[in-house]
């Protein structure tokens, strides 16, 4: 069955950096598009970062510059590089595969990883 599953989640102090992962099993992963997206307490569900099975990359404007996304095909897991965080940075971090294909949207998520920024 398909699971995504993020590690690398934690508390961070401003100013640092965390790594996610993202593992991804159970579909063709190098065909699909990989997203984070995050939630904070009270807020709606945003994009963080995406990248393409082509390999292009793209962020929510807040993350410009400070978080990078990357794949490995080979292992089937997807990365979010984050440094320079922020307190406003605190949000559960969920990993997602989407691929449309003739019509039919697959559209996978993980169970989300806690990522808290504080002195």
């Known amino acids: 069955q398909v699971q995504l599953v993020e590690s690398g989640g934690g508390l961070a102090q401003p100013g640092g950096s965390l790594r996610l992962s993202c593992a991804a099993s159970?579909?063709?992963?190098?065909?699909?598009?990989m997203s984070w997206y995050r939630q904070a307490p009270g807020k709606e569900r945003e994009l963080v970062a995406a990248?393409?099975?082509?390999?292009?990359?793209y962020y929510g404007d807040p993350m410009k510059g400070r978080f990078t996304v990357s794949r490995d095909n080979a292992k089937n897991t997807v990365y979010l590089q984050m440094n320079s965080l922020k307190p406003e940075d605190t949000a559960v971090y969920y990993c997602?595969?989407?691929?449309?294909?003739?019509?039919?949207?697959?559209?996978?998520w993980g169970q989300g990883t806690q990522v808290t920024v504080s002195s």
């Open positions: 159970g579909f063709t992963f190098s065909s699909y598009r």
């Open positions: 997602n595969a989407d691929l449309r294909l003739a019509g039919t949207l697959y559209d996978y």
């Open positions: 990248i393409t099975s082509a390999g292009d990359s």
